[in-house]
Every structure is written in C-alpha cells, then in structure tokens.
C-alpha cells in the first residue's frame, strides 16, 4: 500500500498519518502491525489511533534510518507484519531472571511492546555499571508484577 504524504510533528515526536482507506484495505483491525517502507529502509511498526487519526510514529532511530524528518513529503509502503514479534532478551537479563521464576514467568506474560520497553533501556546503557542498575531494577519490577 502506497501512499505519499508529509511526516507530521516537532522536536522529539514525528509520525506519518495513514489514510482511512489503507488501514480498512490491509483488513487486520484498527491497529494492525505494519512493515513501513520510507526511503527504500524499512521498520516494523504498528497502527495507532491518535486524537481521531491514524498514525505511525518514526522514532528518532527510524528517522536516522530513513533519512527523513518533520516537514518531509515522502513515498511511504506500509505492509501487514505478519512476521511473530519476538524481542531478543540480552544475556545477563535472562540469567538475573532465571534466578526470579516470578519475574521470568511474568515477563513472558507480557506482549511484544511491553517486553521491548523492558529490555531497550539495558540495550542503550553505555556503562556496565548503569547496566547491571537496570537489569536489577527491571527485575524487581517484573518480579512485583510491574510493566
């Protein structure tokens, strides 16, 4: 699915808002999982709904991925993802977890956005020392039942 329009947004928040026509022609629902295709570089991402539009977000990454930005008129491909969203756990997480059964058994609960927000900020850490912080508090917070 085509389509060309203006990536909308400021500072740190840009998204692009997809026509009523697409979202009802990809036929999964209001929010369905979409590969987006901007600039020849893809990102899997998802449909939302926001103040009456239906938008996808480009995170800053995605925007230095694709080399586009705010104000940008672009050629955007959306696809249906229908490929299973699994989140790569780093090592020294999933062993902190095999120690907590509760955090471990929780953490597999959850759904493919929350398990990310778990283990992006251990990715990003730039010290062993910040690290290891995070793994331990994303820990105790999986083991009390906290998303």
Known sequence: MKFTTTIQGGG????????????HALGAGRRPPVVVTINGKSYRSSIAVMEGQNMVGISAANRELTGASAGDTVEVDLELDTQPRVVDVPEDLAAAMETEPEAKA?????????????VEPISDAKTAETR?????KTVTDLKAGKK
């Open 106 to 118: 929780f953490y597999e609960s959850l759904n493919y956005s929350s398990q990310r927000r778990c």
């Open 132 to 136: 290891g912080r995070r793994i331990a």
């Open 12 to 23: 740190n928040k840009a998204g692009i808002e997809v026509p009523e026509g697409i979202v």
